[in-house]
């Protein structure tokens, strides 16, 4: 059994060896395609962000007409100090600032109350009628986030910003008081109640995987209800409500759109409308030191719950084994339960569309007579009385353009988020434990402590000029498809590793030894058994970016104008009713999209979908 | 049909755990090598490696006369172009295809014609005894079934080699009784090369023509079943295999032919040995007597374990406990006295230091 021993070696075929080994791991699929993956992260993510810090510390030109000693392009602390500094600093940055955590305070907590109750109510009671309450308590999410915000201007509003009177005075007689009409209080509820979802499907998710069995045998021992609760209970289910706030906080701390409604009209800005506002005065410097306070503020909050929960199980929703949980008997309140919840239900799903499609129905906003009942703003023609010109919105062929500008975008920012689904899943899975491997799944998850708002803005900063080779993209369509992809990035890869994860690696395995090729493994083997993942993925983010504002509000034009901004820009130029013509719209488009994703993939694909 | 494996100094580490550690084997032609030892032992690593899913940081190994991989020249094939089969522990059938595709998956890489392809799939259905199942999805059938299936996927396609990767972990016991025997017969016609992975020693010494015994990423034994069992080479590998264990003994040689075992003194076969010694004796091989007998030693029944064929006894004496294995359902009764009888030629003496077998 004498094995021969390997011959020594001169150091040139050391080096032919070394040669070979190196050329055959940077050929290998999972590193070609993590090294693909690292460069267009670089360009997509890294170059971006670090434009973005630069164009804060160097001289802008638009700086020159204020500060007669500035150089272009040379380095200063200018916009820093300036911003950070003073009444300026006060104005722009730290009442904003003030306002972007009132409001994200306040709206965590509320949606944290409103969800986890409607999560127990559904998973752990005997409340009637819990499987449509379940269904129908994701649909304030997947409507655009500031729905709520113009239907509370609809029924709220009063005339101290001296526009048309809302429902509320109409039927109550007299104007509702400015701190229920406009700034922090209705921001907070409208976000409350588009954002309460995240809980409600952590919560939810939790509590359906705590083996009640944990609780009973607590029972058992005697323990009260409440300890139960505290001890067993609530720690299984705090890293979900973490989750949960972690989310609402950062997606409310870059929500642009309800700000926007209900916080201009008396100047209540917070940081996302403050940074729209200084660039659109040009202070591209300013704006984006705004922008870096709202990504260090993201972080902190996500460096806080890590610390608090773990990295891990943060963001992952706890795998969800149907237990059969004893249902707590709610008794003789079961039924004030359920009408609460339905209640709850109608005001803020039903009361807002109706709202919406009554002022729609108006030819003059705030005059509530019969005689003013109109399809003019549908299917009326132009007529130079009624916003600014504009024919109704079916007959508008620059909607038709619009609403074709959001389909496109979304369908093509669905193929490619996929697409780097596929191959960020494939890189990272095969390639676990390697240091590669990491560096590609930390890069791709940047992207999710950048506010959407901010995200924008770092676009701007790296696109609006030519970098090497690449044009200035400002202005096209094409940047519009980079920033959507870009911002899904943690998506796509969260969801591409869960997809490859499912596919046991010796089932690739298999087909190597059987001689088949990168390709023809991954078409007849990988393919097949993760194309569903994919297809609902791809729906999913079709239907996140046809309603996605607060990233693309900086970067649209008016040739590329999307469903989204356009509510806003008619909303701003006064056209309420316009604008709520196409939210409706919009939300028909996105409600038939989950229907079509539900008959896809029954049902749990929004729980999957929702970059959790 | 006569590959020879040979493994030259192969080493593997991942991180700081070291899974190979300088191995090197030689499978002959046609053998069926089993790799033994208990998890995390380098065993799986050692056929991933030698199935072309692992590249290992050090060493060669050559498939028949072909060099396959080798670290010094940076050479590795992909496991497609090592001509071997491979079956899966949890099976590895691809759920979306039925048990045909799944057969003719790697034939149609290869491009076989279809007419050839089919004959291929009803013969090694055959081969396994699954006729008829062309039609089903792995999911429609037993664990048992599936295990045959991706046996016949690995026979359809007439690899030199057949790589086995605890194949029968996941099946009962009764199940794995006869996948054993159809292991065996189906080594014994096809004549292919095999390296069989296990932790289950007693599948290890039923079905192999050699066994491979290996603990931390070392060879630590590879030799016939006979040897392993009557011969371990060092005190991990006596440990290891049979079952009940072996009863390992602390000794002093005290003269010439001579162990003392401190209560009492027991003959050997050597005269070479000196100092500390280990005593192995396999249960099976004490003699015991219910009365006094010249030579024997007297103990106390503990416990008497009768199992059918055959009983164990564990006998005391003092603080010296041993098991001892007898046929059929033994009469003993517990804590009655016994006289055991050791045999100097089925002793093997170790040295205590190393570990090492010094004679036996």
Redesign the interface.
């Known amino acids: 059994?004498?094995?021969?021993?390997?011959?020594a070696?001169t150091s040139s075929?050391?080096l032919?060896?070394?040669?070979?080994?190196f050329s055959?791991w940077l050929t290998s699929t999972r590193v070609v395609l993590s090294l693909a993956m690292l460069a267009v992260m670089f360009v997509m993510v890294v170059i971006p962000l670090y434009k973005l810090v630069e164009i804060t510390v160097t001289w802008q030109a638009h700086d020159l007409t204020r500060v007669p000693t500035a150089v272009e392009g040379e380095f200063t602390t200018f916009h820093w100090v300036r911003m950070l500094t003073g009444i300026i600093g006060k104005i722009y940055t730290y009442t904003p600032l003030q306002h972007s955590m009132t409001i994200a305070v306040g709206s965590t907590l509320l949606a944290l109350v409103i969800g986890g109750s409607l999560a127990w109510l559904v998973v752990r009671t005997d409340m009637p009628g819990r499987k449509l309450v379940n269904q129908l308590a994701v649909l304030p999410y997947i409507m655009p986030s500031w729905t709520l915000a113009q239907a509370w201007l609809v029924f709220f509003k009063n005339r101290t910003t001296g526009g048309t009177p809302g429902v509320f005075e109409f039927l109550v007689g007299q104007a509702p008081p400015s701190w229920l009409s406009y700034g922090p209080v209705p921001i907070i509820i409208c976000s409350a109640l588009h954002y309460y979802t995240f809980f409600f499907l952590f919560v939810s998710a939790a509590l359906i995987s705590i083996d009640s069995n944990l609780e009973e045998a607590g029972d058992l021992m005697g323990a009260s209800r409440w300890r139960i609760l505290r001890k067993i209970t609530m720690p299984l289910v705090l890293p979900a409500i973490l989750s949960g706030v972690i989310m609402t906080f950062s997606k409310v701390m870059g929500t642009f759109g309800g700000p926007n409604i209900l916080g201009l009209p008396i100047r209540y800005y917070t940081l996302a409308t403050m940074i729209r506002g200084s660039l659109a005065a040009g202070e591209g410097g300013d704006a984006f030191v705004l922008a870096i306070v709202l990504i260090l503020l993201a972080i902190t909050t996500i460096y806080i719950n890590q610390r608090l929960v773990g990295t891990r199980r943060s963001y992952e929703t706890i795998g969800g084994r149907g237990f059969v949980a004893q249902a707590s008997k709610l008794g003789k309140y079961k039924r004030a339960f359920q009408i609460a919840v339905i209640i709850f239900q109608i005001l803020v799903i039903a009361v807002p569309i109706g709202l919406l499609l009554w002022n729609t129905l108006m030819l003059i906003d705030g005059n509530y007579s019969l005689s003013n009942f109109t399809l003019q703003h549908w299917i009326g023609a132009a007529n130079t009385h009624y916003n600014s010109g504009e024919p109704g919105v079916l007959l508008n062929p620059k909607i038709w353009q619009t609403a074709w500008n959001s389909i496109k975008l979304s369908l093509f920012t669905a193929f490619f988020t996929a697409l780097l689904g596929i191959i960020l899943g494939y890189a990272i899975v095969k390639g676990r434990?390697t240091r590669l491997s990491k560096l590609v799944e930390q890069l791709a998850y940047i992207p999710y402590v950048i506010p959407g708002i901010a995200f924008g803005a770092v676009y701007i900063a790296m696109f609006a000029r030519k970098l090497g080779p690449i044009p200035p993209l400002y202005g096209t369509f094409a940047l519009l498809v980079i920033v959507s992809v870009s911002k899904h990035l943690p998506y796509s890869s969260r969801s591409g590793v869960s997809a490859m994860m499912q596919v046991?690696h010796?089932?690739e395995?298999?087909?190597?030894?059987?001689?088949?090729?990168v390709w023809?493994r991954f078409s007849?083997?990988i393919f097949?058994?993760t194309k569903s993942g994919f297809m609902s993925g791809f729906l999913m983010t079709f239907i996140t970016t046809m309603r996605e504002l607060s990233l693309i509000i900086l970067l649209v034009t008016p040739a590329t104008q999307l469903l989204a901004s356009q509510t806003m820009f008619y909303t701003e130029n006064g056209d309420a009713q316009m604008a709520n013509v196409v939210i409706l719209i919009l939300i028909a488009i996105v409600v038939a999209g989950n229907f079509i994703i539900g008959r896809f993939s029954r049902g749990g694909s929004l729980r999957k979908g929702l970059g959790m | 049909m006569s590959t020879t494996i040979t493994i030259k100094h192969l080493s593997k580490h991942f991180g700081t755990v070291v899974a190979l550690d300088d191995v090197s084997l030689v499978i002959e032609p046609e053998t069926f090598v089993t790799l033994l030892g208990p998890s995390g032992c380098g065993k799986t690593t050692l056929l991933r490696c030698v199935a072309g899913l692992e590249d290992p940081d050090g060493g060669e190994i050559y498939v028949g006369n072909k060099l396959v991989f080798s670290h010094p020249q940076g050479i590795s094939l992909p496991p497609g172009q090592r001509e071997l089969g491979l079956v899966f522990q949890n099976y590895a059938l691809w759920p979306h295809m039925k048990v045909d595709k799944n057969i003719t998956f790697a034939l149609e890489i290869q491009k076989m014609p279809k007419v050839e392809m089919q004959k291929r799939v009803k013969e090694s259905l055959q081969e396994v005894q699954m006729e008829g199942y062309e039609d089903r999805y792995p999911r429609e059938m037993s664990g048992g079934q599936q295990q045959r299936i991706a046996l016949a996927r690995m026979l359809a396609y007439r690899p030199k080699v057949f790589l086995m990767d605890e194949p029968l972990s996941n099946l009962d016991a009764r199940l794995r009784m006869d996948m054993r025997v159809e292991l065996k017969r189906l080594h014994h016609i096809s004549g292919a090369t095999t390296i069989y992975v296990t932790h289950d020693q007693v599948e290890a010494l039923t079905m192999s023509t050699t066994i491979a015994v290996m603990k931390e990423g070392r060879l630590q034994q590879f030799d016939t079943p006979d040897k392993i069992y009557h011969f371990p080479s060092n005190l991990f590998v006596a440990d290891f295999i049979g079952n009940p264990k072996v009863n390992l003994l602390d000794g002093v040689v005290s003269g010439k032919n001579s162990v003392d075992l401190g209560k009492f003194k027991i003959p050997i076969n050597t005269s070479y040995a000196t100092g500390k010694v280990v005593v192995g004796i396999r249960p099976e091989d004490i003699t015991i007597f219910e009365r006094p007998e010249p030579g024997a030693v007297e103990f106390s029944a503990y416990s008497v374990l009768p199992a059918g064929a055959d009983s164990t006894i564990i006998a005391r004496l003092g603080e010296m406990e041993l098991t001892i294995r007898v046929m059929g359902i033994s009469k003993i009764r517990m804590d009655e006295k016994i006289w055991l009888k050791f045999d100097p030629q089925t002793l093997n003496l170790y040295d205590k230091e190393s570990g090492l077998l010094i004679a036996s």
């Open positions: 059994m004498a094995v021969p021993a390997i011959a070696q075929q050391r032919l060896a070394s040669t070979r080994r055959r434990g046991g010796e089932l395995e298999a087909g190597m030894v059987a001689g088949a090729n023809q007849r083997i097949p058994l």
